[in-house]
């Protein structure tokens, strides 16, 4: 009786696996890359009480139209170039932030295959960063 279930709904079944995969895919693509994904207040925590450098990856124009508070700004483009001026930071946590969080993602690959140590990537971008009601500067 299983088994006719089974064949009866395999589209069925296929769909449900694929979407819970899908779910789950984006916390288990960070933890197996190293990068933990934080929300806002985990950023200001760790700025806070273990001098964390904040990096920020998106472009000039989206930099200048608002930027966490002491921020620094290497637009993704440009990190591979420049990420021997952060050597200082290897052993300290580093936040890439961007727009929704996926250029971000990348910065952090970038960061850890260069030896960066405690790289951390805000979920949800500057998005999330302005839903939490926490300032900017510009």
């Known amino acids: 009786m299983p088994i006719d279930f089974i064949t009866q709904n395999i589209w069925l079944i296929i769909l449900v696996l694929t979407s819970g995969l899908m779910l789950v895919m984006p916390s288990l693509t960070g933890k197996l890359s190293g990068v933990v ?9 760790l700025f806070n009480h273990e001098d964390a450098l904040i990096l920020d990856v998106r472009e000039d124009s989206e930099f200048r139209d608002g930027h966490v508070p002491k921020s620094r700004h290497i637009p993704l483009g440009k990190l591979k170039a420049e990420i021997g001026g952060l050597e200082k930071y290897k052993d300290r946590a580093v936040i890439a932030i961007c727009r929704s969080g996926n250029r971000s993602q990348s ?32």
């Open 37 to 45: 994904q934080i929300g806002p207040q985990e950023v200001v925590r």
């Open 107 to 138: 910065a952090c690959g970038q960061l850890r295959r260069a030896g960066f140590t405690k790289v951390h990537n805000l979920a949800g971008g500057i998005g999330s960063w302005d839903q939490a009601g926490l300032p900017k500067e510009r």
